[in-house]
């Protein structure tokens, strides 16, 4: 069965001024822990946008640099793809445009940028490859390229692999016509979209984790709307484009709504 958590049970007293939040991976329903184990999670609404661009600086991401430590940044410019690369140093991903980083580099921190898109995390408990994707809508099947290049260049078994699906725009929220979700449903299963024509995320990505041999029990789902999900007093905890910039007049481009919402950065390390 998979795993499901909440950030809000991860968050130590449901800190309101928590910009963190990081969770073990599950393997056969257990937490792992250990040396060379990686974490993974993101920043929270609190931490201020995370936003990236190779040709910008961002002062707010330098708070990632001071909570990991000693550990080496890896980002990469998101194009919404299912393009994934592999990084050696800090330096192999310096100006490349792509959505998903595999390493088996312990001493990086792999990062990529979301806004109610899915994060998805892998770490193969055998040979220690641990990955990053940003699965949007269009990128949705990057989690299956993962796998398949895990066993290109690292030799994994899917059957080692533990994979996370992060926080991310829920079906509570996430309406869409009914193009996208006959496509969905046709790509990924019926199950994906619900009568009331809303998109479960969740359910594609759960799809195709398992159709690139994922085991269920190996499978942690975080329960967390990007959009809706708040603490007792109100306040949002995620930074959210639907919620954030999607109501922007139509004139506005995608950059600007970019720089009107809160980004994240999800980190594995």
Known sequence: MVKKISVLDLIKDSDENAEYVLSPFFFGSKPLEG??????????LSAGSMRFRWNETND????????????????????????VVEADSAESTRGLQADG?????????LSVTVADCVPIF?????????????????????AGEGVRL????????PCNIAAAIGPHIGEC????DAERGEYFAFAFGKQCVTPKSTLSLTEANLSVLKKAGIIEENIVVSTDCTCCTQFKSGKNVFGSFRREAAFLPGNIDNDERSRRMTVQAAVIG
């Open 150 to 157: 895990f066993e290109e260049r690292f030799g994994s078994e």
């Open 173 to 176: 929220c996430y309406s869409v």
């Open 101 to 109: 980083i595999i390493s088996q580099n312990h001493n990086l921190l």
């Open 122 to 142: 892998l770490f193969d408990t055998k040979t220690l490859a641990f990955g990053i994707f940003h699965s949007g809508w269009k990128g949705t099947g990057i």
């Open 60 to 83: 707010n991401r330098k708070k990632l640099e001071k909570f990991f430590g000693k550990k080496e940044i890896v980002p990469i410019e998101l194009i919404h793809s299912k393009t």
């Open 35 to 44: 040396d060379n184990i990686p974490k993974w999670g993101m920043t929270l």
